[in-house]
């Protein structure tokens, strides 16, 4: 569960941003829409289960994202796909010469297997320059490690850290100045990081819709099991796309076949997949195809392939198997624009699965961009999940909350929104030149 996230320094973000997942204890609307956990240290506090992201194209509602999205990749493969000498991946903010070479700075609050914990880092391209894991099994915090790099020495320092922690000198020494020690100690089995390590590592996810290419493999390879068979299809007949049924065919396929058959478009597609799988022209690998039913004004109902299909019911098609695995396991999900392609009724009530009890009974969250004014419901989403971004004129992301300009229980939101009371919108005073 996803409780806080902060950012410096990074893409269109050069000030302290924080976004929060704590509900405010003064508004009791929609409980379904609030995660009740009994933490240490933080008894009474309740936390949303999402979040929406409004504001113009180009105010930094992607690089928000982008900006968790980088922390989580760090973790994930700093240890195991970067290279001595390689750079971090961190993208600083270009707009003033200043910040070009401070260190882009995050700091997150999760909770994993019940435990809170915080983690900190402070990194430039070149590399890491502090890095943090604090953590609350029993509400007071532990310090688990703290590595800063001190320049005048060209070395790092570690502080001394807590008697709960199981401190390892060895995995201290093979941690590089361009990688996390919390990345490095999972690969030896260190207990207490590889706990913490997991959660980026599975629980937090990113899902792009805006890929033409998003795969619907997850969605087809579920619709074989008995428990999300008959869920699959309810979602599909349920959406209005005309859909009866689902059939799949799996087929063994060489990778020159692939080639032969894949239409121009896709012919990188495999050669990506052969370079990645380390593939000879000769392997096979399983080839899933999808078709939908359809009913006629026939006897018989129609089907149609995959690729014959609307953009959006590809996506809807796509998104349902990881949307059920989200609902199922407690993921904490990050969507840009989530309405790509699809209807803003049918985004809308995609939201109304996760913000269920009954659905959502492990406290799923999601935080999404989008610039879909009818998501700004009352009896969707409650005032505090609402945030915005704006751009200042000096280029930079300033990322707020809807509680700043604390608006009725009754106000109208996306009326209000439109006609720019909470900010956030373009502004074209005398509307596009040509």
Known sequence: MLIEFK???????????????????????????????????????????????????????????????FLAEFVRNSATKLQPGDPTGTKP???????ILKPSIFEITFVSEGVRYLFGLSVTVQR?????????????????????????????????????????????????????FLSVGPQFNHPQLDKVFKWFKNNLRFINLRDLRIDPAFTANLFHNTDYHDRILNLLRSADFGITDVKIQE?????????????????????????????????????????LEHKSDGIDPVLLEYGEESAGTQRFFSLIGPWIDILDNGYTVFIDEIETSLHPILVREILRLLFCSKHNPRGAQIVFTTQNTILL?????????????????????????????????DEALAKGYLAGRYGAIPFLQDGLKL
């Open 251 to 291: 087929k063994e396929m060489s990778i020159d076949e692939m080639k032969k058959r894949a239409r121009p478009s896709l012919i990188s597609d495999v050669a990506e997949i052969e370079k990645k799988y380390s593939l000879k022209s000769d392997d096979t690998v399983k080839m899933i195809k999808v078709n």
């Open 377 to 409: 419901d009352n009896t969707l989403m409650r005032r505090d999940q609402i945030w915005f971004t704006e751009k200042t004129p000096e280029g930079t992301t300033h990322l707020y909350p809807l509680t700043d300009y604390q608006p009725r229980k």
């Open 128 to 180: 890491v320059i502090e890095e943090y894991l604090i953590a609350y099994p029993k509400g007071a915090p532990q310090r688990w490690y703290h590595r800063k790099f001190n320049k005048s020495k060209n070395t790092y320092e570690w502080a001394k850290p807590s008697t709960a922690f199981k401190s390892d000198k060895n995995l201290q020494d093979k941690t590089r100045e361009n990688s996390l």
């Open 93 to 99: 903010f270009k707009l003033d010469r200043n910040s």
């Open 7 to 69: 950012v410096s320094n990074y893409r269109s973000i050069r000030e302290e941003q924080t976004f929060s997942l704590v509900a405010a204890n003064s508004d009791k609307e929609l409980p379904s829409c609030v995660i009740e956990r009994d933490l240490p240290g933080l008894s009474g506090v309740r936390f949303l289960k999402g979040a929406a992201i409004y504001g113009a194209n180009a105010s930094g509602k992607s690089n928000f994202i982008e900006a968790v999205n």
